[in-house]
């Protein structure tokens, strides 16, 4: 059974920094690449940042910078630590991992709400 759990989000004022965590149970973690996506009211799905089973990373041109992308494989775990917020990045943001076989399993989703 495959589950994804995402904690971390809440509300903070534009310059301020969240982590979010993703803890994931079922797979092979390490095998995996792990991805984080935001969706913003009305929006389309966004990919924000991803690292691949070798640790290489991604980023989204608008969070190049200011969010980094890590994974604990020991701890089976991914996060995004997100600096400098802007209202902008109010989304509601999903971890996701991508396995050998090319299926994207998903977290719940957790709320980042950055005020001005």
């Known amino acids: 059974q495959v589950q994804l759990v995402e904690s971390g989000g809440g509300l903070v004022q534009a310059g301020g920094s969240l982590r979010l965590s993703c803890v994931s149970s079922g797979i092979i973690f390490r095998l995996n690449a792990a991805k984080w996506y935001r969706q913003a009211p009305g929006k389309q799905r966004e990919l924000v940042a991803s690292i691949t089973a070798t640790f290489d990373t991604h980023y989204a041109d608008s969070v190049r910078g200011r969010f980094t992308i890590s994974r604990d494989n020991g701890k089976k775990t991914t996060y995004l630590q997100m600096n400098s917020l802007v209202p902008e990045d109010t989304a509601a943001y999903y971890c996701?991992?991508?396995?050998?076989?090319?299926?994207?399993?998903w977290g719940q989703g957790t709320q980042v709400t950055v005020s001005s």
């Open positions: 996701a991992v991508e396995t050998t076989g090319g299926t994207h399993y």
